[in-house]
């Protein structure tokens, strides 16, 4: 799938990392459809919709994001974590989502986000 167009949810708390994400998805054809830098902030997001993946960290202000994983995993849109610890800590659950390591490169963004949208399909 390609990757031209798709809205993305961008969850990230530190402003430098979120502007370097979000010029790579201009990059890679996405649009930036939102940006959420609290747990709380990106349970609103996930309520009022209008994208077609979220990119979540991991740890906001020393809060984790599962929740709003959870909410996403229930609306049936597709995500993925970012991390500079990889996959270490995530829950059982997520343990088969994609996760974008920091600091983050353009092809790694879009392996994750072409396989969550595939995922989906």
């Known amino acids: 799938m390609g990757l031209e167009g798709v809205r993305v949810l961008l969850v990230e708390d530190e ?5 370097s994400v979000e ?21 609103e997001k996930v309520v009022e919709g209008g994208f077609d993946f979220a990119l979540l960290d991991i740890n906001l202000r020393g809060r984790e994001v599962f929740p709003v994983a959870d909410l996403l995993a229930e609306r049936g849109v597709p995500f993925a974590f970012a991390s500079g610890y990889g ?9 088969d989502r994609a996760v974008v390591s920091k600091p983050f490169k353009m092809n790694d963004l879009s392996v994750a986000l072409s396989a969550a949208l595939d995922r989906k399909a």
Do not use: H, N, W
């Open 87 to 95: 996959a270490a800590g995530l829950p059982p659950e997520f343990r």
């Open 23 to 43: 010029d790579m998805l201009y990059d890679l054809g996405c649009t930036l459809a939102a940006t959420a830098a609290s747990v709380d902030e990106a349970m």
């Open 15 to 19: 402003s430098l990392i979120a502007m």
